[in-house]
């Protein structure tokens, strides 16, 4: 069985101020690593991935996230964030390879709001 | 290119009534999934097709919930009696399925259920 913990609820932030979501997970499998963001009354858009290779994973709107396998994280970065980053963000994994046929396991959700 | 769509957008019903909750996917998307989000939680896969075919129903309750895809296009979903605690957004999801645990689910707006 896989699991994601999102270790804040919530995080507020200050406009272009950096900011860090972060992820754990649980898996006896090796695992593919998804971040989703959720905008209000919107369905979720697929922010960035982590397959193989390099683990610095760049995505859209100037978020990247980091595979750390020793850790079992994949914590979620943005360097100067505005107020439309503002939304739920959603870190999600699927088994690499066997017959999962892609199930997606997500954390509870993170909520950043983005302050003036 | 289209997104997912789902219809209703909301939906008030009271306990023990019926309820469906229909999806068209992606054009050419082979896997679709539907997924319920709880307030306050991260969506959870109810059901996955592959075409028309059911590949992941494990998680789906079945005394209550139905689900089918017709001609491997659109699809249905079917709460029949609702309960209290079926109250959540509902999220269908399609995908390509070229290969189908790396690919990027793409997500509809939902429907959101409030059983009274």
């Known amino acids: 069985a896989q699991s994601v913990t999102q270790l804040d609820s919530q995080v507020p932030v200050f406009e272009e101020a950096p900011v860090e979501l972060r992820c754990n997970y649980s898996s006896s499998v090796s695992v593919y690593l998804f971040w989703y963001v959720q905008y209000p009354n919107q369905g979720l858009q697929l922010l960035l991935k982590y397959l193989s290779g390099s683990t610095l994973v760049k995505g859209i709107n100037g978020f990247e996230a980091e595979f750390n396998k020793s850790q079992t994280s994949f914590h979620l970065r943005k360097p100067s964030v505005h107020i439309s980053d503002t939304a739920e963000y959603f870190c999600?994994?699927?088994?690499?390879?066997?017959?999962?046929?892609?199930?997606?396991?997500f954390g509870q959700g993170t909520i950043l709001t983005v302050h003036p | 290119e289209a997104g997912v769509a789902q219809s209703p957008r909301y939906k008030i019903i009271e306990k023990r009534q019926s309820v469906a909750f229909w999806c068209n996917p992606i054009?050419?998307?082979?896997?679709l999934y539907w997924y319920q989000q709880i307030l306050g939680q991260g969506p959870k896969l109810l059901i996955q097709f592959q075409n028309n075919g059911v590949v992941d129903d494990s998680q789906l309750p079945k005394d209550r919930f139905s689900a089918e895809r017709l001609k491997g296009v659109d699809s249905t979903l079917k709460i029949q009696p609702a309960k209290l605690e079926d109250s959540a957004v509902y999220l269908c999801?399609?995908?390509?399925?070229?290969?189908?645990?790396?690919?990027?689910?793409?997500f509809g707006p939902g429907t959101r259920l409030t059983v009274l």
């Open positions: 999801a399609s995908s390509p399925s070229s290969s189908v645990n790396t690919d990027t689910q793409y």
């Open positions: 999600a994994v699927s088994n690499a390879g066997g017959t999962s046929y892609g199930k997606l396991t």
């Open positions: 054009s050419g998307h082979a896997t």
